[in-house]
Every structure is written in structure tokens, then in C-alpha cells.
């Protein structure tokens, strides 16, 4: 619940979940090179919620692909629960995405096959919990999400809302240290879009997550406990 607020810790003895320096990332577009990130530096403490603020084209998936080990290319230091990515391979950076980061995305990527709680309990499943035990998690998260009534229905069947609720659900499922969320209300209208992040906020904080949310929308900003902008490059 939001009373605790985010953990309270001692920087110089627990691991930062996330450390950025000198971050870059260059594209190629129609033989031009075009320097997106250019030295960002960032620290994000466990527990702490960041909004991660600027314009459309600032770079700011391209920064959440990179913490979230899900490509290469980037120069820099990127360290992720005091792990240095860059040594490590392939399967352990997929390790350090499974045991250690939730992803959120604008649209819900939920599996249509699936119902609510079976998205919830698949990601648990191969970090070998027995099945009761992923099922009583993905029931108590999509109960804190208010949706208790909903958990047979399959994507089809929910609202926006309700899908990027089962989402987010699915995202903490395994007690992520930290959640990457890349606008996870950006495609829902005003109001649901208030209610559900409200919502992520108070779980994200109750768990004791740390997060990092990409949003361009300053009024979301306004509730996390710090903001930083990406303008040109840099942070
Ligand atoms: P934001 O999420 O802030 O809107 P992005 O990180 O998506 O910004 O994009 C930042 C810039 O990087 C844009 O100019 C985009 O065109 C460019 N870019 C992103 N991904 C690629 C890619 N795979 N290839 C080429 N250019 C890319
Ligand atoms: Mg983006």
C-alpha cells in the first residue's frame, strides 16, 4: 500500500537495481548516423519509482531496451542489480530479465489463447514454483487489480483497462526488482488511463518494486517519487 512508500535503503551498501553511465545509442536512417543516446547517466535505488519524461523520438524505448538487456548495440556502462551486463552472454542476460525485471508495454501483448490468470501463472512456470503456488500469486495480484471476477475470461473479453491490468499483474508476477514500463497507459482514454496507473502505482509500491515509467504525459509524472527528462541525448 502507498503508507510504506518505497523502501528506504542505504545506497552505499545495497546495489543500485539500475546504474547508466555514459549510455550511448546510434542509428543508421537512410545512411545518416543519428546519436539518440548520448551519455545518459542514471541511478535508480531499490524501490524507487522514476518517471523517465520526454518528447515522442527522444529515445526513450530505446533506453528501457537497453536496461532491459533485450538488444545490443549500446555503448556504455549498463548494470543491472550490480550485475554488469555487458559481461555477461545471451542465456544470462535472459536469466537477469527473468529473475530480476517485469516489462509493461503501451499494448498489453497478453497471449489470446490464454485467460487472465493463466497469463499470470505462465511466466511463473519456468522458474519451477509448483503450479498451486503461481496460481494463489496471479489470484492475490489480479484481486489487488480488482480483477477477482474476471479471471477465466481471456483477452477478448476484458476492456482495455482490464487487459493493461492483467498486464500489469503479469509484469510483478515474480517479484520483479524492478519494472520497466514503456507508456503502459498510453492507449487507453483519460479517465481509465488515471485509474489503472493509480493502481500500478499502489502495487509497484506495495510489493516494493523499483520502476522506471516512459511517458510523455507530465501529469502521470507528477505521482512517481522523481522525474528525469531525456532532451537531446542526455538526461
Ligand atoms: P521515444 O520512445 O522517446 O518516442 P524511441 O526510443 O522510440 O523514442 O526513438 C528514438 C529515436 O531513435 C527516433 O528517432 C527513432 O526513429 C530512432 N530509432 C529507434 N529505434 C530504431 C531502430 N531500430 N532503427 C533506427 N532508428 C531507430
Ligand atoms: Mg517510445
Redo the contacts with the bound molecule.
Keep these: 500500500m502507498s503508507e510504506t512508500g518505497p523502501a528506504i535503503v542505504e545506497p552505499a551498501v545495497i546495489d543500485p537495481v539500475v546504474r547508466l553511465e555514459k549510455l550511448t545509442r546510434s ?3 537512410g545512411g545518416v548516423t ?1 546519436d ?1 543516446l548520448r551519455g545518459v547517466d542514471l541511478v535508480v535505488h531499490p524501490g524507487e519509482i522514476v518517471a523517465l519524461l ?10 528501457l531496451q537497453a536496461i532491459g538487456l533485450l538488444e545490443g548495440g549500446f555503448g556504455g556502462l549498463i548494470e543491472i542489480a550490480g550485475v554488469d551486463a555487458s559481461k555477461l552472454g545471451k542465456d544470462q542476460r535472459a536469466a537477469v530479465r527473468r529473475d530480476h525485471i517485469g516489462f509493461v508495454y503501451q499494448f498489453h501483448h497478453l497471449l489470446p489463447d490464454f485467460n487472465a490468470i493463466e497469463n499470470v501463472v505462465l511466466p511463473q512456470l519456468i522458474t519451477g514454483k509448483p503450479r498451486a503456488d503461481c496460481e494463489a500469486r496471479a489470484k492475490e495480484l489480479l484481486d489487488a487489480l480488482g480483477l477477482g471476477e474476471r479471471l477465466e475470461h481471456r483477452p477478448s473479453k476484458l476492456s482495455g483497462g482490464e487487459q493493461q491490468r492483467v498486464a500489469v499483474a503479469r509484469a510483478l508476477a515474480n517479484r520483479p526488482r524492478l519494472v520497466l514500463a ?1 507508456e503502459p497507459t498510453g492507449n487507453l482514454d483519460e479517465a481509465t488511463a488515471d485509474k489503472v496507473f493509480a493502481q500500478f502505482l499502489e502495487l509497484v509500491r506495495g510489493e516494493g518494486s523499483a520502476a522506471l515509467v ?1 511517458t510523455h504525459n507530465e501529469r502521470l509524472a507528477l505521482a512517481m517519487d522523481r522525474v528525469v527528462r ?1 532532451h537531446d541525448g542526455v538526461l
Design positions: 542509428f543508421e536512417q543519428i539518440v520526454g518528447p515522442s523520438g527522444s529515445g526513450k524505448s530505446t533506453m514503456d516512459a531525456l
